[in-house]
T-cell receptor, first 114, second 116 residues
Framework: NAGVTQTPKFRILKIGQSMTLQCAQDMNHNYMYWYRQDPGMGLKLIYYSVGAGITDKGEVPNGYNVSRSTTEDFPLRLELAAPSQTSVYFC?????????????FGPGTRLTVT | GDSVTQMEGPVTLSEEAFLTINCTYTATGYPSLFWYVQYPGEGLQLLLKATKADDKGSNKGFEATYRKETTSFHLEKGSVQVSDSAVYFCALSGPAPTGGGNKLTFGTGTQLKVEL
């Protein structure tokens, strides 16, 4: 199993541009998550999904959109990129939503908006 | 809301030294507690977890005990190696903001550097 994969690894965007961060998992997990990690901070939840066709907002959803058309894929869309969106983005998945379930993380996408 | 506080880094130790990274939390209900590790250039990996009070999680020589009375989950290792150099995140699992289910709340991370 490849686990959770993310593309691209790095990206530089100009202010106002848009892009999609790709995330895929091959573990047949129903639950998927997007986090951002700012320097010196913990991870903040952007959006999550409990299954294909179902998504919900996390703590910091503004400026982002997600979709979940398949179990495997959970892309994150940035419209009108802003410098405040400069961060490292992590995708994760888990087998359950309960409090004991481990999350499996991808390697991250480092995004710079200038 | 839920929060996790962990000691600031970087923590620099010599090989074979004893490691403690402090973690305290604030949460409603009965969260599960986790330690995740992030090696350079990689995503986070689960190091250990504990799901109820007085549980001890352990893995790769690391240990942490869920202390409800002090709301703490300190990470310890008796003898660190250079290969343990990484960023360590304490986290708790609590209710998601919307839609039901649970979410992880992370501390800010503690960077550990182990030198020969």
């Amino acid at each position: 199993n490849a686990g959770v994969t993310q593309t691209p690894k790095f990206r530089i965007l100009k202010i106002g541009q848009s892009m999609t961060l790709q995330c895929a998992q091959d573990m047949n997990h129903n639950y998927m998550y997007w986090y951002r990690q700012d320097p010196g901070m913990g991870l903040k939840l952007i959006y999550y999904s409990v299954g294909a066709g179902i998504t919900d907002k996390g703590e910091v959803p503004n400026g982002y959109n997600v979709s979940r058309s398949t179990t495997e894929d959970f892309p994150l869309r940035l419209e009108l990129a802003a410098p405040s969106q400069t961060s490292v983005y992590f995708c994760a998945s888990s087998t359950g939503l309960g409090r004991t379930y481990e999350q499996y993380f991808g390697p991250g996408t480092r995004l710079t908006v200038t | 809301g839920d929060s996790v506080t962990q000691m600031e880094g970087p923590v620099t130790l010599s090989e074979e030294a004893f490691l403690t990274i402090n973690c305290t939390y604030t949460a409603t209900g009965y969260p599960s507690l986790f330690w995740y590790v992030q090696y350079p250039g990689e995503g986070l990996q689960l190091l250990l977890k504990a799901t109820k009070a007085d549980d001890k999680g352990s893995n790769k020589g690391f240990e942490a005990t869920y202390r409800k009375e002090t709301t703490s989950f300190h990470l310890e290792k008796g003898s660190v190696q250079v290969s343990d150099s990484a960023v360590y995140f304490c986290a708790l699992s609590g209710p998601a903001p919307t839609g039901g289910g649970n979410k992880l709340t992370f501390g800010t991370g503690t960077q550990l550097k182990v030198e020969l």
